[in-house]
Structures are given as structure tokens and as C-alpha cells.
């Protein structure tokens, strides 16, 4: 599988942000996806993951209420939407792609290892 993600860039605070990744070399609506985000000399961390039908969807406690993951699987495409977007925001955004058959769970969709495939990222920066 190939992930190529975009759509990251520079935005003011409270402003919105909006990534794309396409996935290629799988049936997509047999991936589950993800997103995680990193700063400079910290953890990834996750960020939103999203079941092969688009439904359940799952957030990390920091994102929630703020941000949206949707897939459109006749694209092979999964997105996420941000909104009210704070400095602490200004990280690089990968996404990713679990192939294994699997009942979504956060427990397991919110850690890195579950995921085969991995994008290459794309910074989104909010400025003060």
C-alpha cells in the first residue's frame, strides 16, 4: 500500500486545516485509517482513526470536538477536517493503514504499531 498525503500548509489560530491521503495497492475499503501526528523530538501521537465503512470513528481527547476523519472509498481517499485550530496544532500529520481484519478498537487503533503502512507526512503550521 501507498499513501500519499497533502494538503498541509500554514494557518492562523482558530483557522481550519483539511489532509488528503490516497491510498494505492489495496482494496481500500479493507484498510482501516488513521491519523497521527508528531512534533520535533516527541512520540507520534494518535489523532483519529476511522473503520472501513467510515463508521466508528475514534479521536484522541485532544482533537475531539475539533477535528473530523472521513474516507470515501470509491476515491480510496481518507481525510481530516480541523477546525479552531491552536498553536500547539503546528506538528507533521502522517496518515495510515491497517490491513489486518480486525473489530476497530481504541485501545488498539491508538497505537503506532498497529498500523502497516505509513504515509510521508505533511506539516500543517498555526500561527499566532
Known amino acids: 500500500v501507498q499513501l500519499q498525503a497533502s494538503g498541509g500548509g500554514l494557518t492562523q489560530t482558530g483557522g481550519s486545516l483539511r489532509l488528503s491521503c490516497v491510498a494505492s495497492?489495496?482494496?481500500?475499503?479493507?484498510?482501516?485509517m488513521a491519523w497521527f501526528r508528531q512534533a520535533p523530538g516527541k512520540e507520534r501521537e494518535f489523532v483519529a482513526a476511522?473503520?472501513?465503512?467510515?463508521?466508528?470513528?475514534f479521536y484522541a481527547d485532544s482533537v475531539k470536538d475539533r477535528f473530523t476523519i472521513s474516507r470515501d472509498n470509491d476515491k480510496n481517499t481518507t481525510y481530516l477536517h480541523g477546525n479552531s485550530l491552536k498553536p500547539e496544532d503546528t506538528v507533521v500529520y502522517f496518515c495510515?493503514?491497517?490491513?489486518?481484519?480486525?473489530?476497530?478498537?481504541?485501545?488498539?487503533?491508538?497505537?503506532?504499531?498497529?498500523?502497516?503502512?505509513w504515509g510521508q507526512g505533511t506539516q500543517v503550521t498555526v500561527s499566532s
Open positions: 495497492g489495496r482494496t481500500f475499503s479493507r484498510l482501516i
Open positions: 476511522i473503520s472501513y465503512g467510515g463508521s466508528p470513528t
Open positions: 495510515a493503514a491497517d490491513s489486518t481484519k480486525r473489530i476497530p478498537r481504541m485501545g488498539i487503533l491508538q497505537r503506532v504499531r498497529t498500523y502497516d503502512y
